[in-house]
């Protein structure tokens, strides 16, 4: 499970009369999303993020700790708890625990947790009834047994007992992103002005002037900013849009380097190029049921027609799947080429996609 | 974070728009961070001059050339970034650029020497990657432009794009070998060093670019 670093902030988990909660959260989100473009808000209140880029990018986790509680403080003048652990189930109750939890041990600070951090009350008491009054020993139930004792809420909850799922139904606010949008939407003047180029300084405006001249010169796509502020996904968070222009949500539909970590493409094509790997008695690769290749790959075709020898290659990893996209299934691969050029590549539905070079 | 309690410059836009960097800067040179900057003699990147990173393709020009605006980029300067198609942001914020502050052409297609000498006015760093074979008169004037902006030039130079003129800092990538395991997990480049002029005129560094954790290293 992915190593999260959950932040709550009580005071603004709840909405207000007055409004101006949804914004606030926006608000966090934007400036968390500056410190790590993967961050997600789950519900009002509840943001995590993937830390181990962070971690790296800022010296420790501890560094990255105190740049999110700075950072909370800066927005919303609030304290925020703020803990790591292993899925999101975990760095939920680690953040209001106010603990890091050592890479490995989130299955042991899950078992120790009450029966009632699962979030039901019913199936608390039955559990107590039982005799059953931690996590850990509802997860040691045989599954089979499970509805003998509990009612139909209880199988999914067993599942994230015994760490098969990491979060719990529920736990997500999935019409907060919705809201948020809409919201965004109608205040994109305000993003424009305000959002890319924050507080404005003389560097600024030169830069404004001079990305205008571009603009002129070359047509109003043609100046771009890399927008790590909006949109839902990963991929969508560092889309490039024009200069200028709302903050667009977008999905070509096509795969997008993701998740296979350190280093990073540093030309991740937006649209991606579909590509043919053969192996070498030049029969098309597939990737099978279990994830694995049907033999190892020897060339990469490009089109127009090139073909080029492929020296290593790593994979395919299957993508991290996320609560939106769960319905497809996506696998990455790293490869070398003869000339030493290394380049990433998605397979999705048996076509493989040229995504990334690590130029 | 964003907030401040500094009140607006009274000056208009079309006026602060017309300051030259030079005015601005409070420094001559523009910071390096590692591993560069050991390499470098001054250990720093000095404004209005050109710097071109020679690099076959897949060779790690590119990581080169975003990893020398980096520690500039973290200080606050502006970066433009021309003709690199499908910039990959998440290694750029690896190798230390801050996207808050970069302005891409991606596609300048013809008018690439244009929109660079247009982002020379506005920003203190410009990365160019010609997408056409660069004619040397385009070139000469854009590296005047530098040096009358103040503002410092990294040139992509590529086998089939090579840079006409002799710049004043030149990395050119000699010899790249990925580190792989289960996974790809750094590139070993070796960087020959020289330039117009210069102490470090063909010396030579071995550096990992980018290393495991996506940046520049030693």
Same mark, same amino acid.
């Given at each position: 499970?992915?190593?999260?670093l959950?932040?709550?902030?009580?005071?603004?988990a709840?909405?207000?009369?007055?409004g101006?909660?949804?914004?606030?959260?926006?608000?966090?989100?934007?400036a968390?999303?500056?410190?790590?473009?993967?961050?997600?808000?789950?519900?009002?209140?509840?943001?995590v993020?993937p830390?181990?880029?962070?971690?790296?990018?800022f010296?420790?986790?501890?560094?990255?700790l105190? =740049?999110?509680?700075?950072?909370?403080?800066?927005?919303?003048?609030?304290?925020a708890?703020?803990?790591?652990a292993?899925?999101?189930?975990?760095?939920?109750?680690?953040?209001k625990?106010?603990?890091?939890?050592?890479?490995?041990?989130?299955?042991?600070?899950?078992?120790?947790?009450?029966?009632?951090?699962?979030?039901?009350k019913?199936?608390?008491?039955?559990?107590?009834?039982?005799?059953?009054?931690?996590?850990?020993?509802?997860?040691?139930?045989?599954?089979?047994?499970?509805?003998?004792?509990?009612n139909?809420?209880?199988?999914?909850?067993?599942?994230?007992?015994?760490?098969?799922?990491?979060?719990?139904?529920?736990?997500?606010d999935?019409s907060?992103?919705r809201?948020?949008?809409?919201?965004?939407?109608?205040?994109?003047?305000?993003?424009?002005?305000?959002?890319?180029?924050g507080?404005?300084?003389?560097?600024?405006?030169?830069?404004?002037?001079?990305?205008?001249?571009?603009?002129?010169r070359?047509?109003?796509?043609?100046?771009?900013?890399?927008n790590?502020?909006?949109?839902?996904?990963?991929?969508?968070?560092?889309?490039?849009?024009?200069w200028g222009?709302? =903050?667009?949500?977008?999905?070509?539909g096509?795969?997008?380097?993701g998740?296979?970590?350190?280093?990073?493409?540093?030309?991740?094509?937006?649209?991606?190029?579909?590509?043919?790997?053969?192996?070498?008695?030049?029969?098309?690769?597939?990737v099978?049921?279990?994830?694995?290749?049907s033999?190892?790959?020897?060339?990469?075709?490009?089109?127009?027609?090139?073909r080029?020898?492929?020296?290593?290659?790593?994979?395919?990893?299957?993508?991290?799947?996320?609560?939106?996209?769960?319905?497809?299934?996506?696998?990455?691969?790293?490869?070398?080429?003869?000339?030493?050029e290394?380049?990433?590549?998605?397979?999705?539905?048996?076509?493989?996609?040229?995504?990334?070079?690590?130029? | 974070?964003?907030?401040?309690?500094?009140?607006?410059?009274?000056l208009?836009?079309?006026?602060?728009?017309?300051?030259?960097?030079?005015?601005?800067?409070?420094?001559?040179?523009?910071?390096?961070?590692e591993?560069w900057?050991?390499m470098?003699s001054?250990?720093?990147?000095?404004?209005?001059?050109?710097?071109?990173?020679?690099?076959?393709?897949?060779?790690?020009?590119?990581?080169?050339?975003?990893?020398?605006?980096?520690?500039?980029?973290?200080?606050?300067?502006?970066?433009?970034?021309?003709?690199v198609?499908?910039?990959?942001?998440?290694?750029?914020?690896?190798?230390?650029?801050?996207?808050?502050?970069?302005?891409?052409?991606?596609?300048?297609?013809?008018?690439?020497?244009?929109?660079?000498?247009?982002?020379?006015?506005?920003?203190?760093?410009?990365?160019?990657?010609?997408?056409?074979i660069?004619?040397?008169?385009?070139?000469?004037?854009?590296?005047?432009?530098?040096r009358?902006?103040?503002?410092?030039?990294?040139?992509?130079?590529?086998?089939?794009?090579?840079?006409?003129?002799?710049?004043?800092?030149?990395?050119?990538?000699?010899h790249s070998?990925?580190?792989?395991?289960?996974?790809l997990e750094?590139?070993?480049?070796?960087?020959?060093?020289?330039?117009?002029g210069?102490?470090?005129?063909s010396?030579?560094?071995?550096?990992?670019?980018?290393?495991a954790?996506?940046?520049?290293?030693?």
């Amino acid at each position: 499970m992915e190593r999260l670093l959950a932040v709550w902030v009580e005071e603004i988990a709840t909405e207000s009369p007055e409004g101006g909660t949804v914004r606030m959260n926006i608000a966090l989100n934007e400036a968390l999303t500056l410190l790590c473009p993967f961050t997600e808000i789950i519900r009002l209140g509840l943001f995590v993020l993937p830390v181990r880029g962070p971690s790296r990018f800022f010296g420790g986790e501890e560094a990255v700790l105190h =740049a999110v509680l700075q950072c909370v403080f800066d927005i919303t003048s609030r304290r925020a708890r703020v803990g790591i652990a292993e899925g999101l189930f975990c760095a939920e109750l680690a953040a209001k625990a106010e603990l890091v939890i050592a890479p490995g041990e989130s299955e042991a600070f899950r078992r120790t947790q009450p029966l009632e951090a699962l979030g039901r009350k019913d199936l608390a008491a039955t559990g107590h009834r039982l005799g059953i009054h931690s996590v850990g020993a509802f997860a040691d139930i045989a599954p089979a047994r499970i509805a003998e004792r509990f009612n139909r809420h209880a199988f999914v909850l067993h599942r994230v007992a015994r760490g098969e799922l990491s979060e719990l139904p529920g736990q997500r606010d999935t019409s907060l992103t919705r809201r948020i949008t809409r919201l965004n939407d109608s205040g994109e003047s305000v993003r424009e002005q305000l959002g890319f180029f924050g507080q404005r300084g003389a560097g600024e405006i030169r830069a404004e002037e001079a990305a205008k001249r571009v603009r002129h010169r070359l047509g109003p796509e043609s100046i771009q900013v890399a927008n790590v502020a909006a949109g839902r996904t990963p991929q969508d968070r560092t889309a490039m849009v024009p200069w200028g222009s709302p =903050a667009a949500i977008r999905d070509s539909g096509a795969p997008w380097p993701g998740q296979v970590g350190h280093p990073s493409p540093v030309t991740a094509l937006r649209h991606p190029i579909t590509v043919q790997l053969r192996d070498e008695f030049d029969q098309p690769i597939r990737v099978g049921e279990r994830g694995l290749l049907s033999a190892a790959p020897a060339y990469i075709m490009f089109t127009p027609p090139q073909r080029r020898s492929i020296t290593w290659h790593a994979g395919p990893w299957p993508l991290v799947e996320r609560w939106w996209q769960q319905s497809r299934r996506r696998a990455q691969m790293q490869i070398l080429l003869d000339g030493g050029e290394a380049m990433l590549l998605a397979n999705e539905n048996q076509a493989w996609w040229l995504t990334g070079i690590y130029d | 974070m964003f907030a401040s309690a500094h009140p607006r410059p009274t000056l208009s836009a079309e006026l602060i728009a017309k300051v030259r960097p030079i005015a601005l800067a409070t420094t001559k040179t523009l910071p390096l961070g590692e591993p560069w900057r050991g390499m470098v003699s001054s250990g720093a990147l000095r404004r209005g001059t050109t710097t071109v990173v020679d690099a076959a393709p897949g060779q790690g020009g590119l990581s080169l050339a975003l990893g020398l605006v980096g520690a500039a980029s973290m200080k606050g300067h502006w970066v433009g970034v021309v003709g690199v198609d499908d910039p990959g942001v998440v290694a750029m914020t690896d190798l230390g650029v801050d996207l808050r502050r970069v302005l891409f052409v991606p596609r300048p297609r013809g008018a690439w020497a244009e929109s660079t000498a247009d982002l020379l006015d506005g920003v203190d760093l410009v990365i160019v990657r010609p997408p056409s074979i660069p004619a040397h008169g385009a070139v000469r004037k854009l590296m005047d432009r530098v040096r009358e902006r103040g503002a410092v030039l990294i040139a992509l130079s590529e086998p089939r794009s090579p840079w006409p003129l002799p710049a004043d800092l030149s990395f050119k990538i000699a010899h790249s070998e990925w580190r792989a395991s289960s996974r790809l997990e750094g590139r070993q480049v070796t960087i020959v060093l020289g330039g117009r002029g210069s102490a470090h005129n063909s010396t030579e560094h071995v550096v990992m670019l980018p290393s495991a954790l996506g940046k520049g290293e030693k």
